[in-house]
């Protein structure tokens, strides 16, 4: 009766439920729009009142209570089968498969969020490319969603769209090479007090103003070379290791939320120092960040990785970064990044009420379709974070675009010893989702370097920054925002 022999398998005792909605999905998006128009076929479902409000109502109470209930995978199996008693024609099964998930899909919003240690991907088996997470049942842009009445991604995906309790992975839409990862939903537990409602204090250390590493060449071709990064020696490391001490201090604190170090400049010893400073600000009890982005690490492997530390001073993440700098120097040379293993892991976070933020590294947020875009259409976090090192700030200023579509913020972190001091001096840039009449936008503000003009600063500078993302509509259409969302800078 069951429609194939994969979904009826999914349904056994002991049964993950996200494995039953990966099988559906894959079925369902291989055989609907042969069997009728997508469009039509989920209106229909919710024009037919009879099967829909059925299932709808009864799973939304059968999967109230709790996280895993295999019963209910009974449920689903009965329900399927009473339903599609009377007619078996495809179209109906498939119709009342389609209910069954939107039944889980509005039951989802109430399982809990604390009993999870992973967001995903949730189920077991990835022999059809489909893969099943499940987002945070709100987020700090809610309000926002709520207020400008309008979906976060404008690409329709008629089937997919309306299960918005999960994040359906299509893994195609990632075009992995061997080797590569799908990425890691890790759970964060907010810090009790930390979180201002609303609001998420960032701070972000530029390390000024020397670099603790230097590139190093080699000639593949005429006016041609690779480049990889050599660290300092320990002992030339000490001064670096101080700072990064005394930013971790000051985020303490400002009650940063998260903090953020640039690209390349995560040597072992400033590794050990962000690990040794967070736990010795624990033992004092001393406000810590939930998610401090430690920069990347250049290994002995030539691989560029984003090391993410909790605020206990553990390791919970990494990401590896997947598009390499290609770049003409002063003299005209082609200096290409010499990288290994892109995307070998890619780890994000996600806090229950906060929603999800994805790092990515510098140029992976610059190239057009690369892993930001990607990661702002599929996954719709919060908020992406950039550890850089760049010279051109302003190249970021085009993640605006996915800022308008998805709803994603962003806030790129760049390193005090990429930028040419004698221009502007920006040392990163805020990107935050905001509306303007009637648009949604994104606001992008370079952030300059402030309290700090030294060319030798040991200070351990840090630029704090709260996101505020509180957002109340005007009172009629057109109206401006009696509160907007914004981004300022908290003065030390
Ligand atoms: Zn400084």
């Not at 559906?24 to 469009?39: E, G, H, L, Q, T």
């Not at 002995?300 to 990401?319: H, M, P, R, T």
């Not at 308008?404 to 972190?413: G, I, L």
């Amino acid at each position: 009766m069951l429609l194939t022999k994969e979904i009826e398998s999914c349904l056994k005792v002991n049964g993950n439920i996200y494995d039953f909605i990966s099988v559906s999905i894959y079925n369902i998006k291989k055989r609907v729009p042969k069997i009728a128009d997508p469009v039509e076929f989920v209106c229909s479902i919710y024009d037919n009142t009879g099967i829909y409000k059925e299932i709808r109502t009864n799973s939304r109470l059968a999967f109230m209570k709790t996280m895993l209930p295999f019963e209910q995978l009974d449920f689903i199996k009965k329900t399927f089968n009473t339903t599609c008693e009377t007619d078996n024609s495809e179209k109906h099964q498939f119709s009342v498969l389609y209910s069954i998930l939107l039944g889980i899909n509005d039951a989802a919003r109430a399982w809990s969020e604390e009993a999870l240690t992973s967001w995903g991907p949730l189920d077991t088996d990835d022999k059809h490319k489909i893969r099943v997470y499940l987002r945070p049942h709100s987020t700090l842009i809610t309000s926002f969603e709520d207020g400008v009445k309008r979906k976060r991604n404008i690409e329709f995906n008629e089937l997919i769209d309306p299960l918005d309790s999960f994040v359906i992975l299509d893994i195609k839409e990632l075009k992995l090479k061997p080797g590569q990862s799908i990425p890691t939903g890790i759970f964060v537990r907010p810090g009790t007090n930390n979180w201002k409602k609303g609001k998420l204090r960032i701070g972000i250390a530029p390390l000024c103003c020397n670099k603790n590493f230097s590139f190093k060449y080699r000639k593949i071709a005429e006016s041609t070379y690779k480049a990889h990064v050599e660290y300092l020696s320990a002992s030339e490391q000490k001064p670096f290791a101080v700072k990064a001490r005394k930013i971790l201090e000051k985020a303490s604190q400002s009650r940063c939320n998260i903090v953020i170090f640039p690209e390349f400049t995560c040597s072992d010893q400033l590794r050990d120092a962000i690990k040794n400073t967070l736990e010795s600000l624990n033992k004092n009890r001393a406000p810590v960040p939930d998610l401090i982005f430690a920069g990347t690490n250049w290994t002995s492997g030539n691989e560029n990785v984003l090391i993410v530390f909790n605020g206990q001073g553990k390791e919970i993440g990494k990401y590896y970064k997947h598009d390499h700098y290609d770049d003409p120097d002063e003299k005209g040379n082609r200096i290409i990044e010499d990288i290994q293993n892109r995307w070998k892991e890619v780890d994000f976070y996600g806090l229950p009420g906060i929603g999800f933020i994805m790092p990515v590294i510098c140029k992976d947020a610059i190239v057009e379709d690369g892993p930001a875009d990607l990661f702002s259409k599929i996954f719709l976090p919060l908020l992406i974070v950039i550890p850089a090192w760049s010279p051109s700030v302003s190249s970021f200023e085009r993640l605006t675009g996915s800022t308008k579509d998805n709803f994603t913020s962003f806030v790129m972190s760049d390193a005090c010893s990429a930028v040419h001091s004698d221009k502007e001096f920006s040392i990163g840039m805020s990107i935050i989702v905001t509306k303007h009449n009637s648009v949604v936008s994104g606001n992008a503000k370079a952030i300059s370097k402030s309290g700090c003009s030294s060319s030798d600063c040991d200070q351990g500078c840090l630029e704090v920054l709260e996101y505020d993302f509180r957002f109340v509509p005007g009172k009629n259409r057109g109206d401006p925002p009696i509160h907007n969302t914004s981004v300022r800078k908290i003065v030390q």
